[in-house]
């Protein structure tokens, strides 16, 4: 039997995202990459019954549906073909979790390009659906990789706008803006500051706050006192590794 | 001496096939006639999303072509990149480009990377809204996505608008996609046009083909009208002949993208067509071996010989 003791970084992590998804209730739970998915299932198999989330591909799963095993068993209660995610992206009801090749310390994403968007030096993904998700609900962010080159002091691309942007744009517009944590390798950040900064409001067991210091190309808030990530209980250490994810997709990222 | 019932049967049956007859406008053509009815410069929309059933022998035909200049519409994939490398576009208009199993799409970054192509980039939510507004014939629909991102930044050309009602809200207002042309491939159709998909998604082929003024649907197979129901519940039929103008029947059309029911992604030749993008003497070598094959029927042997 597992014990808190053997919780691995990536489990931690898994943990940590599910925690991003507590208090969400009835709507869908929409992490993107190995690390978020478990965390979101994890949150809805424990602590949040009521999310639905997909199985990355058209529809709802009601069940525990494994990440990284395709032909689980599955028990199918909605269709969400994209047209409907981008409905349901516009209706509110959804929690995302993107990734973030950059992020500042207002919450600004970049997922587009580096360099000059013109002509980039490394052309990404594009914008995607950022632009859309950040003024419409809820967003979180999974970053596997924290240093100065991804915790930046200005992003080259807004894709996904941060604080400052829409404290200029104003309401109504910002009225669905959220950007409520941020996860990383080395710990959990939020922006529960007065002015809406990037706040330590955990580091992960083992890491220390100088770390995450030296990691981040900004001043962080919050680098007093500062708390440590939870361990998984053994019911999640359990439903992560039998249940979740059984074939271990979660620890690709740490590599 | 027939009973009240059977006379009508009989008339039912009577109605039925000559319904049939009436019903069947032939528009089937080759993927060569279809290229031969699209001109430099034009605006052309591909269905699919990503890495997934995207009409790839026509786009294949494009290749060959002289065509030149086209501005390309598309949730992207290995359509936008192919007609990047093959030097074949003058603007790229898309929410994002990738292969889905491999996020980034090689031969589209090192287009964007060298500048090689003008680009319009929009978030994936907001360019569903322009194919709408293309289909429903109206200059733009609104939308929140773009305010406060870098979209407006990246593309001063689009507008916003404020709510004419007491809310004042500011909105971006998503200019309507006109196309000259949509391809999309379909798991099967009939020769008139009808289209349907059996898959998990029909993305957004619909409005591809009411966006464009002309649409041209390849297809797994060609089925007979009275067979469409065969494979798939009514509501697989998403696509009504009076939006489409050819059809094409192309098995594996859609290689090697994803195509379910009938074939999932060939991930092996995909990989080997993202390499290419490291290696022109491989890129050469895929090209005269795949794309310069003068047909679909030519590319499918040249897979077959594949070892």
Known sequence: MSTQDEATIDEICVVAC???????????????????????????????????????VSVLPANNFPVGVPDAPKVVES???????????????????????????????????????????????????????????????????????????SVDVVSGPGYDRMRELGAPSNRYHEVRRVVSNLGVFDFQTDD????????????????????TAFELAGTDDVAETR?????????IREVLDPTGARKAEFR | MTTPKEAVLAVWAGLQERAIVAAMVD?????????????????????????????????????????????????????????????????????FVSLDSIPLEPHFRQARQSGAIEFTELDEGAFYLGLLAASHRVPFYPTRAGLGS??????????????????????????AFKLDAALIHMNRADAAGNGQFLGPDLYFDDLFAMAADKTYLSTEKIVPTENLLDEGPVHTLRIQRIFTDGVVEAPQGAHFTECPPDYGRDEAFQREYAATARDPEAWEAFRSTYLDASSHADYLKALEARS
């Not at chain 1, 955990?202 to 990691?215: I, K, L, N, R």
């Not at chain 1, 361990?231 to 439903?239: A, G, I, V």
């Not at chain 2, 060959?64 to 490398?85: F, W």
């Not at chain 2, 979209?151 to 709510?163: G, Q, W, Y």
């Open chain 1, 79 to 153: 269709w969400v073909p994209y047209r409907t995610v981008f409905d349901i992206v516009w209706s509110g009801k959804r929690h995302v979790m993107m990734g973030a090749s950059q992020i500042d310390q207002w919450g600004n994403q970049n997922i587009a390009a580096i360099g000059d968007f013109r002509q980039p030096k490394a052309q990404l993904l594009g914008l995607r659906g950022a632009p859309g998700n950040l003024v419409n609900h809820t967003t979180s962010y999974w970053m596997p990789n924290h240093s100065t080159r991804s915790f930046v002091a």
């Open chain 2, 150 to 175: 870098d979209m407006l930044i990246m593309n001063p050309e689009l507008r916003t608008v404020t709510s004419p009602y007491d809310d004042g809200e500011e909105l971006v207002a998503i200019p």
């Open chain 1, 231 to 239: 361990l998984p209980t053994d019911e999640e250490l359990h439903l």
């Open chain 2, 27 to 95: 528009k089937r053509m080759t993927e060569d006639e279809v290229i031969s009815e699209l001109k430099d410069g034009m605006t052309i929309g591909i269905g699919g999303w990503g890495s997934r059933r995207k009409p790839m022998s026509l786009v294949r035909a494009i290749l060959r072509s002289d065509l030149k200049d086209l501005t390309v519409v598309a949730y992207g994939g290995p359509d936008i990149g192919l007609l990047c490398a093959a030097g074949k576009l003058r603007r790229a208009v898309y929410g």
């Open chain 1, 18 to 56: 599910a925690e991003a998804f507590r208090g969400d209730g009835e709507i869908l739970c929409n992490p993107i990459g190995p690390v978020p998915f478990v965390g979101g299932r994890l949150a809805r198999a424990t602590f949040e019954p009521d999310l639905v989330y997909t199985d990355t």
């Open chain 1, 196 to 215: 809406n900064r990037m706040r330590i409001a955990s580091v992960h067991p083992g890491v220390t706050v100088e770390q995450v210091v030296e990691a």
